[in-house]
């Protein structure tokens, strides 16, 4: 076990480290956070923040030395970091776990061979786009095996002539194409597995994109018991084989029969739990720190039905119709005081200086008795920003 006056360390500074390194300081640990590009979020409240790349040996050397355990928040982080440190402390989620998690192909062919439920897909070498629509049939959806992420480096292909366009898009990338799942929704069950090999996981979250990212998260999930215990049981078992200790989010569709199939893994804090930090009795940034060091992992029970609301650099734009609409102009402070005023909602923010559209700069939460109360106090809400 890890007690707390150590130092934990995190590889990546984004906003789910600085999280995790709020959770873990409230604990009575230390951190440091090693950013390629600094200052980022997580430097500004850890310990100690260190900039250096990732293929700089002697620099992760040095900071993991300083560390009773590594972990990260990031999963495009290359496997020879990870390497770099793993034979001199503690390291979790182990290496192996992010190569698998990090590049498409060899998560969807990790899922396969264990025998998870995924859309039927096929993979794409040199752009061959059409030799694996052949397999899949349309519609379908491309998407590059390494660095994406919030629908980047993807395509939704719905005729031949999107698959020749394709074809000539993604030539020379290593792809794999997915058959197109009509679901009625979208879940993620977050799975806390500890160094003890307990696990809990929290409760499903219901999850609504928009263009790609996550808006919404809505929790309880408005899904069956039976679709929920299944999805719980989907991401235990997910867990345990592939040996995570930390956290790992497992998002998944929902069709309308009530068949659930794993779409993608991320082995580390979702944005999808961050309803956690106001609406259940442990975040899940507190469970991965927990998780880590060995602690007993804490109550995952619901305080209160909870909607978790994304803000985007997109807020700062005269709001969102204006961005619908690609309106650009001066950006200016959302209307922050809508949020601070109603008792049952909480803000936070990341910290981040300059807002962008589509950069993810906080999110607030909402609590109602129900969710139907709570999912129309937060659009309300996110109206007024
Ligand atoms: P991903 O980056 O794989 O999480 O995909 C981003 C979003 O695109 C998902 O949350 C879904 O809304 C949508 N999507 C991805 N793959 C599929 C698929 N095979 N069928 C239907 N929708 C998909």
């Known amino acids: 076990m890890i007690l707390p006056g150590k130092t934990i360390g995190v590889l990546g ?26 200052p980022c979020p997580a430097g500004g409240v850890a310990n100690k923040e260190v900039n250096a790349s990732y293929e700089d040996v002697a620099a992760l050397t040095a900071f993991g030395r300083e560390c009773a355990v590594v972990t990260y928040e990031f999963e495009n ?3 020879g970091a990870l390497e770099a440190i793993a034979p001199f402390v503690a ?10 998690t990090q ?15 995924h859309a039927r897909y096929a993979e794409a070498l040199d752009g061959d786009i059409a030799a694996a629509v052949a397999e899949t049939g349309l519609p379908c959806v491309v998407k590059t095996a390494d660095f994406g992420y919030d629908g980047k480096g993807q395509m939704k292909l719905g005729t031949g002539e999107d698959v020749e366009r394709a074809g000539a898009i993604f030539r020379g990338r290593r792809c794999v194409v997915e058959r197109w799942v009509e679901f009625a929704l ?89 309803w956690s930090l106001d609406g259940c009795e442990t975040s899940q940034f507190e469970q991965h ?21 994304n803000i985007l650099g997109d807020a700062w734009f005269a709001g969102e119709g204006a961005a619908v609409a690609g309106v650009s102009g001066e950006p200016r402070e959302p209307n922050w005081a809508a949020v601070w005023r109603e008792p049952h909602a ?38 007024k920003l």
């Open 77 to 79: 982080i290359p496997s």
């Open 289 to 309: 720190v927990r998780a880590v060091c060995g602690l007993p992992l804490g109550s995952v029970a619901v305080r209160e039905p909870t909607v978790m609301v």
């Open 186 to 274: 979208e879940i993620s069950v977050i799975v806390a597995r500890s160094t003890t090999g307990e696990t809990k996981t929290f409760p499903v979250a219901e999850n609504i994109h928009t263009r790609h990212i996550l808006d919404f998260s809505i929790v309880p999930a408005r899904v069956s018991a039976g679709v929920a215990a299944e999805a719980e049981r989907l991401a235990t078992a997910i867990a345990e084989k592939i040996g995570v200790v930390g956290l790992l989010a497992v998002e998944m569709f929902v069709t309308a029969a009530g068949e659930v199939i794993v779409n993608e893994l991320a082995p580390r804090p979702h944005n999808s739990g961050h």
């Open 346 to 383: 909480k803000l936070h923010l990341y910290g981040k200086a300059e807002p962008r559209r589509a950069r993810k700069m906080g999110h607030f939460t909402v609590r109602a008795a129900d969710v139907a109360t709570a999912l129309a106090q937060a659009r309300e809400l996110k109206a």
């Open 13 to 38: 500074g984004g906003q789910l480290g600085r999280m995790f390194a709020q959770a873990a300081q409230t604990m009575g640990y230390r951190v440091q956070v090693f950013e390629p590009a600094g």
């Open 91 to 100: 390291l979790h989620p182990r290496a192996e776990v992010l190569h698998t």
């Open 103 to 117: 590049n498409r192909q060899r998560e969807k062919a990790w899922l396969r061979a264990n025998g998870f439920p």
